[in-house]
């Protein structure tokens, strides 16, 4: 009798101990994910600042970059964020599915850790 009371005891502390590691892992993802909204949201707020010609493509790379380096949540939201951008601005902008293109290349490598200053237009302020 004793020996069923204390596994069940035993399971009860392993299935609890698992379901808060889901918990914190949880939160963890959720926090990723707000950290990467604002740092797409930083991205986007220097980009329409520079107002920089050719510079959109590092700007898109720059923000999924920040966003990813935060963990699984940021990669997701900045995933999220690009193509949701991307799905109404190919609707709205008339560039075109060429631009759109180049846009998520750019989106992607970033999220894939590659360098921003890929996109880097020559003459762009250091401040970005």
């Known amino acids: 009798m004793r020996l069923c009371v204390c596994l069940l005891l035993l399971s009860a502390v392993c299935v609890s101990a698992d379901f808060l590691g889901g918990v914190r892992r949880a939160g963890e993802f959720a ?3 707000v950290g ?3 740092d ?5 707020r220097d980009m329409r600042e520079a107002n920089y010609k ?3 493509k590092y700007f898109h790379a720059r923000g999924n970059y920040d966003a990813a380096r935060r963990g699984p949540g940021g990669a ?4 999220v964020i690009s193509d ?10 008339g560039r075109g599915a060429e631009d759109t293109r180049a846009d998520q290349e750019a989106n ?3 999220r894939r850790g590659g ?8 003459g762009l302020p250091s401040k970005y």
């Open 31 to 33: 926090r990723d994910a």
């Open 84 to 93: 949701a951008r991307e799905g109404w601005q190919s609707g709205v902008s």
């Open 76 to 79: 997701w939201a900045a995933r």
């Open 40 to 44: 797409m949201f930083k991205a986007y």
């Open 108 to 110: 992607e490598w970033g």
């Open 36 to 38: 990467g909204s604002w």
């Open 115 to 122: 360098d921003p200053n890929r996109y880097r237009p020559k």
């Open 54 to 56: 050719g510079a959109d």
